[in-house]
């Protein structure tokens, strides 16, 4: 199977620029806790070490009055040896209170101000396409440390922001369905469960089914 269609490309250099200089003047006339929080927003909350859950803390113990500013507070390890529970297991992580709230819960617990706490909900808006209310703290940190810390997830060079497929990446599952037809023996639906009820079947999935799928939204479990 050949997708020609699918060669990616960079993205443009220009829009990178223009949005840039623009986040720079208005940054200007936030307040200092919201210019922190971008400064550290841009960097990894957490970074990989020895395959655990660790905090790289950005801050000296003379600026300690801005920690608020930071999101570091939620995944802080269980010890100053950087030391934690392996990735492949978040519900070993130190802090079993992180699988009992939300982010929204956990943002209310450490954002000082209005404009850091409006800018943290937007990080989980624009990541898993979904409220802080109705996402688990422990799985969204996980989710922060699969892709690499939030550096990773904003930046364009090297980043989650890189690269699109020419035409859309649907083109992959597209060019498959094409060459496989439409009948088989089973079918594996790689989607939020969410999404499965804007789907149609035929025939219909069970009652107690679409149930589960109307209370499992992303980040439940």
């Not at 979904?130 to 940190?141: D, G, I, K, M, R």
């Not at 989650?160 to 992959?172: C, D, H, Y």
């Not at 369905?177 to 594996?188: C, Q, R």
Request: glycine share 6%.
């Amino acid at each position: 199977m050949t997708l020609r269609s699918t060669e990616i490309h960079p993205l443009s250099s220009s829009s990178s620029s223009s949005s840039s200089s623009s986040s720079s003047s208005s940054s200007s006339s936030s307040s200092s806790s919201f210019c922190v929080l971008l400064s550290y927003i841009s960097r990894p909350v957490v970074t990989r070490q020895q395959e655990s859950l660790t905090v790289q803390r950005l801050f000296s113990s003379h600026v300690e009055p801005l920690r608020p500013a930071g999101l570091q507070q939620p995944v802080e390890d269980d010890g100053r040896d950087g030391k934690g529970d392996p990735q492949e297991a978040p519900w070993r992580a130190p802090s079993r209170g992180w699988d009992k709230m939300t982010m929204l819960q956990l943002f209310e617990k450490i954002c000082w101000t209005s404009k850091v706490l409006h800018f943290a909900k937007l990080f989980v808006n624009v990541n898993v396409t979904s409220e802080p209310h109705e996402v688990s703290a422990l799985w969204f940190l996980w989710y922060v440390k699969q892709c690499g810390g939030t550096m990773r997830i904003f930046s364009t060079t090297n980043g989650g922001q890189e690269r699109k497929f020419v035409g859309g990446s649907s083109q992959i599952s597209e060019f498959m369905a094409d060459e496989l037809g439409d009948l088989a023996k089973y079918l594996i639906l790689a989607t939020p469960p969410g999404l499965n009820m804007k789907m149609h079947f035929s025939p219909e999935l069970p009652p107690l089914r679409n149930q589960l799928i109307s209370r499992v939204p992303m980040g439940s479990f």
